[in-house]
């Protein structure tokens, strides 16, 4: 029996282990993040991809192996030596390209990767704004369920002194009828809280292309704001160093500059070298070399030069707008969260205490008979809803911080 007690336990711990999961904080989301999401892993074949065309860009030409054989006589060739008169040749020649035409492809090339490294960045960066927002909906749904549940139990202990005040025969049952039906709103808050729970993590789950189920997954983090901002001015610099889609133009107005000397060096001459070896009969064989210059009388490659000429202005434009939209971003994203601060300061100074002090006050009244049941139960709804908003203005803040860090391509708030 003992033993079948210590089995049964050992059975429970084990269930127990299973069930539970260490919360993961923001760093641990973000890994497993770029670890599994797919639009991430689709993005890294593309850098695979463009690593590979460098190979391509940097091959040399082959050469060509050329054989032949003339001065063939079927018809007259002496009957003993039936080959006495052939003529074998052995042609290689060899295409040599100038102008360091194989180094600027590699160049343009290895800029291509250079861009598609950039856009992998900028999708990373669009798409942890997403990861982010999550997060924090989820942080926020689990601090607005513990507010819930701190509501609805104070507030059933608050009936259960109501229900032997009853008793005692120092309030109505009207009055104690008015206080529990108060009780639905507050269980609706609890029901409406788990929902929104779920729903944020069951969000969270998709972006990290994860299975597990929602009740063993779990996320931590600091739900709250500080009111230190850096000045706009290193905001601003800070974006222009790190903005992946911006360094992805300036990256691209170097491949087409890159691209245009490519052209005019495509329109040089490359010449052929070529060496033959052969014999003559009755003559020794011998050894030629020749070099083929093609005249590039009318294929000078003009049209060409002109279109990469064009690229360039279309990348400068195109860096230029980033630029101005980097400029936008930020500046949008800093009054965002700067007037969110100043919203939360006076609930963190003064309302949140003030709520709870009213809120204190009127219960300790109410239940000396010194103030009405309307104003006991308006201290606790005003008590709730100051609470419930300044949870909101939190998760718009965390949520703000993040629209700020989507903006510089970096996380300057935590």
Same mark, same amino acid.
């Given at each position: 029996?003992?033993?079948?007690?210590?089995?049964?336990?050992?059975?429970?711990?084990?269930?127990?282990?299973?069930?539970?999961?260490?919360? @993961?904080?923001?760093?641990?989301?973000?890994?497993?993040?770029?670890?599994?999401?797919?639009?991430?892993?689709?993005?890294?074949?593309?850098?695979?991809?463009?690593?590979?065309?460098?190979?391509?860009?940097?091959? +040399?030409?082959?050469?060509?192996?050329?054989?032949?054989?003339?001065?063939?006589?079927?018809?007259?060739?002496?009957?003993?030596?039936?080959?006495?008169?052939?003529?074998?040749?052995?042609?290689?020649?060899? !295409?040599?390209?100038?102008?360091?035409?194989?180094?600027?492809?590699?160049?343009?090339?290895?800029?291509?990767?250079?861009?598609?490294?950039?856009?992998?960045?900028?999708?990373?960066?669009?798409?942890?704004?997403? %990861?982010?927002?999550?997060?924090?909906?989820?942080? $926020?749904?689990?601090?607005?369920?513990?507010?819930? +549940? =701190?509501?609805?139990?104070?507030?059933?202990?608050? @009936?259960?002194?109501?229900? =032997?005040?009853?008793?005692?025969?120092?309030?109505?049952?009207?009055?104690?009828?008015?206080?529990?039906?108060?009780?639905? $709103?507050?269980?609706?808050? @609890?029901?409406?809280?788990?929902?929104?729970?779920?729903?944020?993590?069951?969000?969270? @789950?998709?972006? !990290?292309?994860?299975?597990?189920?929602?009740?063993?997954?779990?996320?931590?983090?600091?739900?709250?704001?500080?009111?230190?901002?850096?000045?706009?001015?290193?905001?601003?610099?800070?974006?222009?160093?790190?903005?992946?889609?911006?360094?992805?133009? %300036?990256?691209?107005?170097?491949?087409?500059?890159?691209?245009?000397?490519?052209?005019?060096?495509?329109?040089?001459?490359?010449?052929?070298?070529?060496?033959?070896?052969?014999?003559?009969?009755?003559?020794?064989?011998?050894?030629?070399?020749?070099?083929?210059?093609?005249?590039?009388?009318?294929?000078?490659?003009?049209?060409?030069?002109?279109?990469?000429?064009?690229?360039?202005?279309?990348?400068?434009?195109?860096?230029?707008?980033?630029?101005?939209?980097?400029?936008?971003?930020?500046?949008?994203?800093?009054?965002?969260?700067?007037?969110?601060?100043?919203?939360?300061?006076?609930?963190?100074?003064?309302?949140?205490?003030?709520?709870?002090?009213?809120?204190?006050?009127?219960?300790?009244?109410? $239940?000396?008979?010194?103030?009405? !049941?309307?104003?006991?139960? =308006?201290?606790?709804?005003?008590?709730?809803?100051?609470?419930?908003?300044?949870?909101?203005?939190?998760?718009?803040?965390?949520?703000?911080?993040?629209?700020?860090?989507?903006?510089?391509?970096?996380?300057?708030?935590?």
């Amino acid at each position: 029996m003992r033993r079948f007690f210590f089995i049964l336990v050992a059975a429970a711990w084990a269930a127990v282990g299973v069930r539970a999961q260490t919360a @993961l904080d923001w760093q641990q989301v973000q890994a497993r993040f770029q670890a599994a999401n797919p639009a991430v892993r689709e993005g890294l074949l593309n850098i695979s991809e463009s690593k590979a065309a460098e190979i391509t860009a940097y091959l +040399r030409p082959n050469p060509n192996l050329t054989t032949s054989i003339d001065q063939l006589t079927p018809f007259t060739f002496h009957p003993y030596q039936p080959i006495s008169g052939v003529f074998p040749a052995i042609i290689v020649d060899y !295409l040599h390209e100038r102008a360091h035409k194989r180094e600027l492809r590699l160049e343009s090339a290895q800029q291509a990767t250079s861009i598609a490294v950039s856009q992998q960045n900028d999708l990373v960066r669009t798409l942890l704004f997403g %990861l982010r927002s999550a997060f924090v909906q989820t942080l $926020q749904a689990k601090a607005v369920l513990a507010l819930a +549940r =701190d509501n609805l139990e104070y507030f059933d202990r608050e @009936l259960a002194i109501s229900r =032997d005040r009853l008793r005692a025969g120092d309030i109505a049952p009207l009055d104690l009828n008015r206080i529990a039906l108060q009780r639905v $709103q507050y269980e609706s808050d @609890l029901q409406t809280a788990l929902v929104n729970m779920r729903t944020a993590k069951i969000m969270l @789950l998709e972006l !990290l292309d994860d299975r597990t189920l929602v009740d063993r997954f779990d996320v931590t983090g600091a739900f709250d704001f500080s009111d230190r901002l850096q000045p706009l001015e290193a905001v601003r610099a800070e974006a222009v160093d790190a903005r992946p889609d911006l360094r992805a133009a %300036l990256e691209t107005v170097d491949k087409a500059k890159t691209d245009h000397r490519l052209a005019v060096a495509n329109g040089s001459t490359d010449p052929t070298f070529a060496v033959d070896a052969a014999r003559n009969p009755p003559y020794s064989a011998y050894i030629g070399f020749s070099v083929n210059i093609p005249l590039r009388i009318f294929d000078r490659n003009q049209g060409e030069k002109l279109r990469t000429q064009i690229d360039i202005a279309h990348a400068e434009r195109a860096r230029d707008l980033t630029t101005a939209q980097v400029y936008g971003d930020v500046d949008s994203a800093y009054v965002t969260l700067a007037s969110t601060i100043e919203l939360l300061k006076p609930y963190r100074d003064t309302y949140l205490k003030m709520a709870k002090d009213v809120r204190d006050t009127m219960e300790f009244s109410y $239940q000396r008979g010194q103030a009405a !049941l309307v104003d006991y139960l =308006d201290a606790q709804r005003d008590y709730r809803a100051t609470y419930v908003t300044y949870l909101n203005l939190v998760g718009s803040y965390l949520t703000a911080a993040g629209q700020l860090n989507l903006a510089v391509g970096r996380e300057v708030i935590q």
